[in-house]
């Protein structure tokens, strides 16, 4: 009898909220309809790429051929390296607490990969839920479910800079106390985004660019299209997302239909497993 197990983890879309996982502060994420799938099909031996043999082995894996297919950019700020973890660590275990599976996770990331994580990414796969976005309290590690407001209309764009994080400066760009100002009032950013309208939001978009340039994880091509981005008819605001340095921006749209030559990120449901048995 062959067991087959799949894991699908979706990317991760942080509205505003970056870099305080580490910090104990707040964040905002949802999950997009991109999506990560790990099939895992037990076998005589482990097979597969060897950057996920290799977390497979730190997972405990039992042996089996790894298939990994990915919608998700690589090193474009979605979390292509944590979705993967996740559904090793999904693969692997089985049935698993989601919080267990999210530090099981981050641990191979910082293990394997070498990434300084935080928990942001493996905690907004995981407790994602579609139409909705959650606030992550990451003093406690808690939760909370809210709607996606019906006028906030987000879009992505590739700034096509790619930086591993394993090769900046990250985690050492700017001293403690820059830092802890930045956490400080991206904690009311996201205070703010949760009673604001899309026009307010658009704002709290461009204030968390700007501090995220102040503790120096942006790029300066990064910033340059953020500012065309910010001044373009139809887009409330926009930033980088993600961990820095290069990948994808977050903009935010007044209408569906602007920036049409990029389609809408749809709120997408969170972390999921499948086992058979065959």
């Avoid at 097979?47 to 977390?55: H, K, P, R």
């Amino acid at each position: 009898m062959v067991m087959r197990r799949r894991a699908s983890i979706p990317a991760r879309i942080n509205i505003v909220g970056e870099h305080t996982d580490y910090m104990g502060g707040l964040a905002l994420p949802f999950a997009s309809q991109l999506r990560l799938t790990l099939t895992a099909t037990s076998s005589e031996a482990t097979t597969g790429d060897s950057t996920v043999v290799a977390l497979w082995e730190a997972a405990g894996g039992w042996p089996a051929h790894l298939h990994v297919e990915s919608e998700i950019p690589i090193g474009a700020g979605m979390s292509s390296s944590a979705a993967l973890c996740l559904a090793v660590v999904l693969c692997a275990r089985g049935s698993i607490d989601s919080m267990d599976a999210c530090l099981e996770a981050q641990r191979i990331e910082q293990t394997v990969l070498e990434t300084p994580c935080g928990l942001l990414d493996q905690m907004a796969m995981m407790h994602a839920q579609r139409g909705r976005t959650t606030l992550i309290d990451f003093s406690s590690n808690e939760i909370e479910s809210h709607p996606l407001p019906a006028d906030w209309h987000f879009k992505l764009i590739d700034s096509g800079v790619r930086r591993k994080l394993g090769e900046t400066d990250f985690g050492r760009s700017a001293g403690d106390s820059v830092l802890q100002a930045h956490a400080l009032k991206e904690n009311q950013r996201v205070k703010a985004a949760l009673r604001a309208k899309a026009p307010e939001l658009g704002v709290l978009l461009n204030e968390s660019h700007a501090s995220l340039i102040g503790i120096g994880v942006s790029h300066p091509d990064v910033d340059g299209l953020v500012t065309q981005l910010q001044t373009t008819p139809g887009v409330l605001g926009a930033r980088m997302m993600g961990g820095g340095f290069g990948g994808m921006i977050l903009v935010l749209v007044d209408h569906p239909n602007a920036l049409p030559e990029h389609p809408l990120v749809v709120a997408s449901q969170g972390g999921f497993l499948e086992e058979f048995l065959e």
